[in-house]
């Protein structure tokens, strides 16, 4: 067992220890998990796949196992990408709102603050999630293929 294995157990066994008294039903890493599997869930069935014949989009890669014409593995990233985009936003607006700054401020500069922030974090979100789908996953064998004549009025 490596040491980045016995740290990792032993703050899983501190944790639990010390959140031990709260009902699992009330922890909210549950909660959290189960909202983002109910939503990767729906936005996978329905609306990627309304996404991916709207661009006229494909998979190349191999898959097995499908559901309404989505690969199933593609539920699952989707569950790693929604947990750490609400994990990051949870962190960075808790820090935005706790801070001095945004305490003294009005109660329209919060407002304004809250509204910038959502917003930019959204879209360095779709972003980042963009390249990794286009770049970092686009391997010859596994990709995404486009049909192009539909998307060429949306380069005119």
Known sequence: MSRLQTIFIIIAIEWHQLHRTIPLSQRYWLKANVWVAIFS??????????????LGASYSFPV????????????????????????????????????????????LVRLLISILVVFGFSVIT?????????????????SSSFNEPRLAPLHS
């Open 41 to 54: 869930y729906v936005g996978n069935y329905f609306w990627t796949h309304y996404f991916y014949q709207v």
């Open 64 to 107: 097995r196992i499908e559901l309404n014409r989505v690969p199933f593995f593609l539920y699952l990233v989707t569950h790693g990408y929604f947990t750490f985009y609400l994990t990051a936003s949870t962190i960075l607006l808790r820090r935005i709102w706790t801070s001095a700054l945004y305490l003294k401020s009005s109660s």
């Open 126 to 142: 779709a972003f980042m999630e963009t390249y990794t789908i286009n770049e970092v996953l686009q391997l010859p064998s596994s």
